[in-house]
């Protein structure tokens, strides 16, 4: 029996270790495949990516050393360009000494091999074959140089038969045989940007593989380079002329004249090449050709299999150590975790007195410990839930005590309520406005009596429908987007609508109210029937017009004698003579206040028709300081015209809008003390111009602000005392730039002073 128990537990420890060693061979063997998979895919983007520089460093190489000879052309060809007697020499057509020039550029580069001065026409003049006469050969180069008036550097293809005249490159061509060339074109201007000729010169870069073989001594043996013909037939490369496959030409030749590289592999003979073919384009645009860059693949393969090869050695040893690292791993983890697993069936069965002790790794050590903390814990908490119950039982008759008590002060508090709202439904019912509540989604809440006699509508109706269902007629549609417009701007800022709802004129409050939140919950609004009150200002201004039309010309027949009895009255007393002119200083002053009182009266009642056309802001702001200037150095006002030039063109009525400035202007000087500056500026804001009158007299104070812009109230004071007014200028000008679609207002200067604004449309038409 003891024999079977011991097999039983050798067993059962076996199992342990067999489930740990294979646990942690597995992780760490997923480990290193995963890691082997990444290395190949890291070697493999690694040889991609080293291909693609390699490719890209040796094409940019070529590419510096295709126009290293063209740049070094340009740069020398600069001087003789824009010399001032080669430009004589071209207005002369002087053949000979422009080949001069010609000779002692070709001193100056010995391998150039084509040069000739052009006329605007594409004529010959010198060359350096001394050849002036027939069409030029590069009239592309010409004509772009030419529309572009400034030097072109580009490559050509060329017949080989122009450089033959020089002699040296027909030793190695056919004559026809077409060459790339880098060419340049400088444009010759005279003084007055008149075209006198171009200097056109151009350089072979293919001829007798010179160029191919430059870049393989200085790039070395590894790779290819060429270049190709716009047929894309033959590489011109450091080994001679390599034929390209027709497949791979078929392919290759769309992106070139696309304008787009090609990156690719491209087998010239039984070799496979990683290649790159970049395309050259003429000063026209069009494909001439291409540069080629080819690296051998097994140059790269053969990196490619060392590079594995190591791999896989490394991976064979890993898996090596990752058996021995299990094997010994299991057997160092198997003891603790028997002891530990002992130890949780103890707890399990009750018996909360059980402690662990385990002598191994620190870390086995501290799971011990936290083990046997976790079983007194167990025996505390044991304890003290047991002490707990009873409390808990108490703590509940307790609450059901509380909660007795608070429903009785939820149902004093509930009656103190409705009696609240009792006595604010009467208030609202009393009240002899109108008052209309919607909540946050526009649906009206409350209707009080008032607003049903003002719409006539019974408040079932309107309670808890949209205002938006309610407005069939369109009537309310002005106060529909003011609901919106307090919805979506600042919710502390209420708004004012005028509304007609049929023959009634209604003056509506709006003001937003917020919940707990501070989120918007709705709008109140005040809503009071001004039909009748509109009737009696209209009444009121009517009479107030006819009253001043009968003044009017009684006034003036005053003033005109006044003016006769000063101009001839040589037997007048000096006091006679002081009193009339005070007679006639009051006179002026009464017939400046009905011409306000008629000209208020007009624009209100729409009698007043705006001549509307485009002005120049700056003309109108110099003369309204012309208009003023009189008056401000009689007040030792000193009047500043910030407005540059003409300013900014606008669309509004001439003389209305010198009336608004001469207005403003006005006030800013009678307000300001003598010495101080009044100061006129004008700047574009969107679609108008704001112009601003700034002076340095006393701000305004709060209280009066409001008013500023009212018929008849005056600011308070000494200095409104002393000079007086209508009231009704600034009335006069919010009426006027309200029909001009802008707007007027007021502030108060950050150092002191005032500053009134007005806005008027801009024009986009020319003056």
Do not use: W
């Amino acid at each position: 029996m003891s024999l079977h128990q011991g097999r039983q537990t050798m067993k059962f420890h076996l199992s342990i270790r067999v489930k740990l060693f294979l646990s942690i061979l597995l992780a760490i063997l997923v480990s290193y495949t995963i890691l082997l998979f990444l290395i190949i895919r890291s070697i493999e983007n690694t040889f991609e990516n080293r291909i693609a520089r390699e490719l890209d460093t040796n094409l940019r190489f070529i590419r510096y050393q295709l126009f290293t000879g063209a740049n070094q052309l340009r740069h020398v060809l600069l001087f003789p360009s824009t010399r001032p007697l080669v430009k004589t020499y071209l207005r002369q057509q002087n053949e000979e000494e422009l080949s001069g020039v010609l000779q002692s550029i070709h001193k100056t580069l010995p391998f150039l091999n084509f040069a000739a001065f052009v006329d605007p026409r594409g004529k010959v003049i010198a060359s350096l074959d001394n050849r002036a006469t027939g069409t030029f050969e590069l009239e592309g180069l010409v004509k772009t140089a030419f529309r572009k008036r400034e030097a072109v550097l580009s490559f050509e293809l060329i017949d080989s038969k122009m450089f033959c005249r020089e002699g040296e490159p027909c030793t190695s061509r056919q004559p026809g045989d077409p060459l790339l060339a880098a060419s340049v074109a400088f444009p010759i201007l005279d003084e007055t940007g008149v075209m006198l000729g171009t200097l056109a010169a151009a350089v072979p870069v293919n001829i007798g593989n010179i160029v191919p073989n430059q870049m393989e001594d200085a790039l070395g043996q590894d790779l290819e380079t060429g270049l190709t013909l716009k047929d894309l037939k033959v590489l011109k490369s450091s080994d001679g002329e390599i034929e390209i496959p027709a497949a791979s030409a078929k392919v290759i030749l769309p992106f070139l004249l696309k304008g787009k590289a090609y990156r690719g592999e491209v087998t010239f003979g039984t070799t496979l090449y990683n290649t790159a073919f970049e395309p050259i384009t003429n000063s026209q645009g069009k494909f001439i050709g291409a540069l080629t860059v080819a690296l051998s693949k097994e140059h790269f393969n053969t990196m490619r299999r060392d590079y594995f090869g190591g791999t896989m050695a490394s991976a064979i040893f890993a898996t090596l150590l990752a058996f021995l690292i299990a094997y010994f791993s299991s057997r160092l983890l198997a003891s603790p975790l028997k002891e530990l697993s002992k130890g949780v069936q103890c707890i399990e069965t009750g018996n909360l007195d059980f402690r662990v002790a385990i002598k191994a790794s620190e870390e086995f050590e501290k799971l011990a410990d936290s083990f046997n903390r976790m079983a007194d814990a167990l025996r505390e908490r044991d304890t003290t839930i047991r002490n707990k119950t009873f409390d808990l039982e108490m703590l509940n008759r307790c609450l059901y005590e509380m909660n007795e008590l608070l429903e009785s002060n939820v149902k004093e508090r509930t009656a103190e309520l409705e009696m609240e709202k009792g006595r604010l439904e009467a208030i609202l019912a009393s009240m002899a406005e109108g008052v209309v509540v919607t909540d946050g989604n526009n649906r009206v809440i409350l209707f009080n009596s008032a607003a049903q006699r003002i719409f006539g509508v019974a408040p079932y109706k309107m309670i808890g429908r949209h205002v938006e269902d309610i407005d069939v007629k369109g009537e309310f549609h002005q106060l529909i987007q003011g609901l919106r417009e307090v919805k979506s701007e600042d919710l502390l800022v209420g708004k004012e609508k005028e509304v007609q709802v049929g023959k009634k004129k209604l003056r509506v409050a709006l003001s937003p109210f917020l919940d707990q939140a501070l989120e918007f919950a709705g709008v109140v609004m005040s809503i009071r029937d001004v039909t009748h009150e509109e009737e009696v200002d209209r009444m009121k201004t009517e009479f107030i017009s006819t009253v001043s039309h009968e003044l009017k010309t009684p006034l003036t027949s005053m003033k005109g004698s006044l003016q006769l009895i000063l101009g001839k009255g040589e037997g007048l007393t000096e006091t006679e003579r002081e009193l009339i002119r005070v007679c006639h200083r009051n006179t002026d002053r009464l017939i400046r206040l009905i011409n306000d009182i008629l000209d208020i009266s007009k624009i209100e009642t729409g009698r007043v028709d705006l001549n509307l056309k485009t002005e120049s802001i700056g003309r109108i702001v110099a003369y309204s300081l012309e208009e003023i200037a009189v008056f401000a150095r009689e007040n030792g006002i000193l009047l500043v015209n910030s407005v540059p030039g003409e300013g900014d063109p606008v669309l509004g009525d001439h003389d209305r809008l010198i009336q608004v400035l001469t207005n403003l202007l006005s006030n800013a000087i009678k307000f300001s003390t003598p010495g101080m500056t009044v100061t006129v500026t004008a700047r574009q804001d969107g679609d108008f111009v704001e112009v601003s009158v700034i002076d340095e007299g006393k701000t305004i104070e709060r209280s009066d602000r409001d008013k500023l812009f009212h018929k008849f109230p005056q600011l308070r004071g000494s200095q409104a005392r002393e000079f007086g007014g209508t009231g009704l200028g600034l009335a006069i000008c919010k009426e006027i730039i309200e029909r001009h679609h802008g707007r007027i207002s007021y502030q108060a200067g950050k150092d002191g002073g005032n500053i009134f604004s007005f806005t008027v449309p801009v024009c986009r038409e020319k003056l």
